[in-house]
């Protein structure tokens, strides 16, 4: 494949985007000396300018403020907000904390999360493949239950909370980097509450400025990706290499984990791994098998 046929299609955009968030671990170890909290409020504050250049480079209507006047469009946002809101600081707890593999195995359960809960709100049927993925992903959940020493809550955390954002934007009908938007919006005064509230005993404060730097960098660091993922997606054609090329985060996270930071993997966690994995393994299969159906559905249709 040509390298402009790859520029002008979606694949390695998307691709770019989904192994920067893979490798945020890397960036992350730098402040692990800074509260998760504040790292998190001043990312949002930081982004706010960054996601207005986005929308005006990626020549995007601005539909923000029409969309938090809608009041059920806005009940909607805040939801999703609170959701992510909680995914990203999970996620920024875990990675400065020495839970990278933890993190990891949440984002490799989130689809297989989204499913259930479309399952249990929205009344949407399971395939077989889906049913048998599910299964596999449950057996992991439970065994790591029963066998790690503490309750794996921080995976839940951030697998229940990023799988109901999923759900909750796909009753929204708003672009990506509007919706991003109008979250981060949303978070804002919670940031400032915080940092006022901590006034004098934050990192920013008190810290060097090579600190202060790799604060204010969290917000590229979370826009770039973003940016590269919804130009990427908008030119990808089959929605279900977005669903595989989903797995390259969790997988470079369960790299980083063992390789470089060294975390134990004991045989507890590698038989959870295991299942999770044959779980998402079945997922991926199901999602292909789908989408060759409807393009074989649709070249039907086209030559009727």
């Not at 209507?61 to 469009?73: A, D, G, N, Q, S």
Request: glycine share 6%.
């Amino acid at each position: 494949m040509q390298l402009s046929n790859l520029l002008q299609g979606g694949l390695l955009w998307t691709t770019a985007a989904y192994i920067i968030w893979g490798l945020t671990p890397l960036f992350y170890q730098h402040l692990r000396d800074v509260e998760a909290m504040e790292i998190f409020a001043l990312r949002v504050l930081c982004s706010v300018p960054l996601m207005t250049i986005l929308l005006w480079v990626t020549v995007t209507p601005i539909r923000v403020f029409r969309l938090l006047m809608e009041p059920k469009t806005f009940a909607s946002l805040f939801i999703s907000t609170a959701c992510i809101s909680t995914s990203w600081y999970l996620n920024t707890w875990g990675v400065t904390n020495g839970q990278v593999l933890m993190v990891s195995l949440a984002y490799f359960l989130t689809p297989l999360i989204s499913i259930l809960i479309g399952v249990l709100y929205l009344r949407e049927r399971l395939t077989p493949l889906q049913l048998i993925a599910l299964l596999f992903c449950s057996s992991g959940f439970l065994y790591a239950c029963i066998s790690l020493d503490s309750f794996p809550w921080l995976t839940i955390g951030i697998a229940l909370a990023f799988g109901c954002y999923g759900v909750i934007k796909k009753q929204v009908r708003i672009d990506t980097l509007n919706g991003l938007a109008a979250e981060t919006l949303l978070m804002v005064p919670f940031a400032l509450f915080y940092l006022i509230g901590m006034s004098g005993l934050t990192h920013w404060e008190t810290g060097e400025d090579n600190d202060r730097l790799l604060l204010m960098l969290t917000a590229p660091i979370t826009i770039l990706p973003l940016g590269l993922f919804a130009f990427g997606v908008a030119r990808t054609k089959n929605i279900s290499t977005v669903a595989v090329l989903q797995y390259i985060e969790p997988t470079l996270y369960f790299l980083l984990a063992v390789f470089v930071f060294a975390e134990a993997i004991n045989t507890g966690r590698l038989v959870t791994f295991a299942l999770v994995w044959i779980g998402f393994t079945v997922f991926s299969i199901d999602a292909m098998r789908r989408s060759k159906l409807a393009r074989f559905a649709d070249s039907i249709g086209l030559d009727k």
